[in-house]
């Protein structure tokens, strides 16, 4: 997200609401690599290393009332809903949202406090930054997964021999393989510790889960496309947007157009 505003080719790897399965995901990920690396390269003169993610970017509301158990995207409209991304702000004002940027560590006291509604973050990391003393309801579409990279400096990395580059790229792989599963793994897991359990870290915190209903899931298409899509295929331009249509587009059976 902060790597982004000098590269809008970058959020490309992690558009808001674009992919609900992290095993397509990686496969989006792999297809849009070779841009990554050449965004990193010409942007902040470093080699890029790996790529790997967080538990899936999910909807934790308060909505004061644990008895309320059928909540629709919809219903979402007016709210006050923290972000910290671009596309994750386009994807908020898609559902006539407001987007509330906070610090993570200021979420807490602003969900209690009525500064927002809601709050967009990962599943485990909701669950070990308490956000279930203050949340209510947790709304299981994944609007994103938190891309991150391993990078260097391209100099330092230039003044290395082969065969220690060569080690830093093969280890470099076995911690993305090893950080994707273990990271896969948190998501559901992160879902249970928030709910009724079971969980390893600690009591279950109790929120009240909800399932997106095929209305909310074709809400979420239809925001993702004209909205999220638009808005990035705009700020990044058209050679910009042809590529991440011959790669990510390509793997999942999407189109991003102004």
């Known amino acids: 997200?902060?790597?982004?505003?000098?590269?809008?080719?970058?959020?490309?790897?992690?558009?808001?609401?674009?992919?609900?399965?992290?095993?397509?995901?990686?496969?989006?990920?792999?297809?849009?690599?070779?841009?990554?690396?050449r965004e990193i390269t010409d942007k902040y003169n470093a080699?890029?290393?790996?790529?790997?993610?967080?538990?899936s970017q999910q909807l934790w509301c308060n909505l004061k009332d644990k008895s309320i158990k059928s909540v629709s995207l919809k219903d979402?409209?007016?709210?006050?809903?923290?972000?910290y991304s671009r596309t994750l702000g386009d994807f908020i004002e898609g559902l006539n949202a407001s987007a509330v940027t906070i610090a993570f560590a200021e979420v807490v006291p602003a969900l209690q406090k009525g500064v927002a509604d809601c709050?967009?973050?990962?599943?485990?990391?909701?669950?070990?930054?308490?956000?279930?003393?203050?949340?209510?309801?947790?709304?299981?579409?994944?609007?994103?997964?938190?891309?991150?990279?391993?990078?260097?400096?391209m100099d330092t990395w230039k003044g290395l021999n082969a065969?220690?580059?060569?080690?830093?790229?093969?280890?470099?792989?076995?911690?993305?393989?090893?950080?994707?599963?273990?990271?896969?793994?948190?998501?559901?897991?992160?879902m249970d510790c928030n709910a009724s359990g079971p969980c390893a870290k600690g009591e279950p915190g109790g929120m009240v889960p909800i399932m997106p209903t095929a209305a909310d899931q074709a809400m979420l298409k239809d925001i993702a496309k004209n909205v999220v899509l638009k808005r990035w295929a705009k700020r990044c331009g058209k050679a910009c947007a042809d590529e991440w249509n011959a790669t990510i587009g390509k793997a999942i059976g999407v189109t991003a157009s102004e």
């Open 119 to 153: 709050g967009i973050t990962g599943t485990m990391p909701a669950y070990n930054a308490k956000w279930w003393q203050v949340v209510t309801h947790n709304i299981r579409v994944r609007v994103g997964y938190a891309a991150t990279f391993t990078a260097m400096n």
């Open 1 to 37: 997200s902060y790597s982004a505003k000098a590269s809008p080719a970058l959020e490309g790897i992690d558009l808001a609401g674009v992919i609900q399965d992290y095993g397509v995901y990686r496969k989006a990920v792999n297809a849009y690599r070779p841009i990554i690396a």
């Open 163 to 190: 065969d220690t580059q060569n080690l830093i790229m093969a280890e470099g792989k076995k911690m993305e393989d090893a950080v994707w599963k273990f990271e896969s793994s948190l998501d559901q897991a992160g």
């Open 76 to 83: 979402l409209a007016g709210k006050k809903i923290r972000t």
């Open 47 to 55: 080699k890029l290393i790996n790529i790997y993610t967080f538990p």
